[in-house]
């Protein structure tokens, strides 16, 4: 069957299509408190009921209720893809009169346009596990840490985006591939960390000519995105790269808890300190997966690499949103479909979600004593276990990598359902004398 039928002769199409709508209406009914009882404009209230959204607030602060345009009268902290959908809900909403409706529709218009991104993130993760495994797809839709972290920001478009960029290369669309992840980047700054994966297993393969037409592709649709905000407005074009260099350790991240603990590398350090620890962790992680990518007895799934690095991407980041975990269930899901490390991981982001809303509490009131509040130490608690089973995940999949018997994916005749032009391409560049051959012998490639 044609890869590109099998979805709807199959009618999966509508069931994974329902199941991402229903899981968009889960997140949605559990900001209820905040969109429906008002809890946005109380206090802590709304991190007691959990509800958060920067979608919300953010109508406000960033002069959106005013007519504001993005980057030209005012700077957002976001890529220009991102300003734009604000703006253009923003446009959708200008007519309603009263300020606080307003905001509320203009959460209702986001949160409808995000469901798109969520449905088309579950169709292009099934698509990219292939035929034989295209109902793990359901593991993203109903993803607890997902449905909770859903509309806190806007996160699912990038996902949505970089998932579609990947199901075009399963494909062997390189070109389309290239244009839905130069989108991507442009919408979010983490999805640029699939060329690295690419890179290396095109390497391997001697499949270079598929990686730089998808990489121009991806430079060429982020150029078209960005030369005329750039042009236009350079100062608030560039607030998202200057914010993001000129901001400390923050909520969630590894950076944040050593700063707490006064770790002496880290507590008390500069920014620009922080920003070369940050980089030289992320460095010696990307080499340890090129290293792995290329001395790997067999050479590892594309879905496994790309997770590998974007969990190294947010291990050393100095940030790590709970809304983060969007970036990750897809990944996740293709790199290791196993119920188990799946499960623990949930349960993790879960306790995260709810301790960093209970903590909020504790540092807006100064008292552990307000309803649903905890204090640092249950805090970071939840912190180290979402960091610990991240790094476990990990380790699992780093270990598939070498040991690629023990991948379920590639059980029967099967290398990679997402490696496009990957998919049992002969290796043509392999690091010898590494310990992969000490671990496991080579074997030959399929």
């Known amino acids: ?199 290396l297993l095109c390497l391997r393969a001697g499949r270079m000519r598929a990686f730089w037409t998808t990489t121009a592709a991806a430079a060429g649709a982020w150029l078209v995105v960005n030369l005329p905000v750039a042009i236009a407005a350079p100062s608030g074009w560039a607030t998202f790269y200057t914010f993001n260099s000129s901001r400390g350790a923050d909520w969630g991240g590894i950076w944040y808890f050593l700063q707490y603990l006064r770790w002496p590398v880290v507590g008390g350090q500069s920014v620009s300190t922080l920003n070369a620890l940050s980089a030289l962790v992320f460095g010696v992680g990307c080499l340890a997966i090129g290293l792995l990518a290329l001395a790997a007895p067999r050479r590892p799934r594309l879905a496994q690499l790309i997770f590998l690095t974007t969990a190294a991407f947010l291990i050393s980041n100095k940030v790590w949103s709970p809304q983060y975990v969007v970036w990750l269930v897809p990944l996740v899901v293709l790199a290791r479909p196993r119920w188990v490390g799946y499960a623990i991981w949930q349960v993790a982001e879960v306790g995260y979600f709810y301790a960093i809303w209970a903590y909020l509490i504790f540092v807006v009131t100064g008292s552990v004593t307000v309803s649903g509040a905890i204090g640092a130490s249950l805090y970071f608690t939840a912190l180290m276990a979402r960091f610990c089973t991240v790094c476990l995940l990990c380790g699992l999949v780093g270990w598939e990598c070498v040991r690629s018997q023990r991948d379920v994916v590639r059980r029967g005749d099967v290398d990679d359902p997402m490696g496009g032009v990957l998919d049992r391409a002969p290796d043509r560049r392999v690091l010898r004398r590494t310990i992969s051959t000490v671990i496991s012998p080579v074997q030959p490639a399929h």
Request: charged share 10%; with cysteine; aromatic share 14%.
């Open 1 to 199: 069957m044609d890869r590109g039928l099998w979805l709807a002769r199959a009618g999966s199409a509508g069931v994974l299509t329902a199941a991402g709508l229903v899981s968009a209406g889960l997140g949605f009914a559990a900001k209820s408190a905040c969109w429906a009882g008002g809890a946005w404009n109380a206090g802590v209230e709304q991190y007691q009921a959990h509800c958060y959204s920067d979608i919300y607030p953010l109508y406000f602060t960033e002069g959106l209720d005013a007519g504001k345009v993005p980057y030209l009268d005012h700077h957002v902290e976001y890529p220009v893809v991102i300003g734009a959908i604000m703006e253009g809900a923003a446009w959708v909403v200008r007519s309603v009169a009263n300020p606080y409706t307003r905001g509320v529709d203009y959460f209702y218009v986001t949160v409808g346009l995000l469901a798109v991104f969520l449905v088309a993130g579950v169709l292009a993760t099934a698509y990219c596990a292939g035929p034989d495994r295209r109902w793990t797809a359901l593991l993203v839709a109903f993803s607890p840490a997902l449905i909770l972290s859903a509309f806190i920001n806007w996160d699912l478009v990038a996902m949505g985006l970089m998932m579609m960029s990947l199901a075009a290369w399963a494909g062997r669309r390189t070109v389309l591939a290239g244009i839905l992840l130069g989108l991507a980047v442009a919408t979010k700054f983490y999805p640029l960390v699939v060329l690295w994966p690419l890179f």
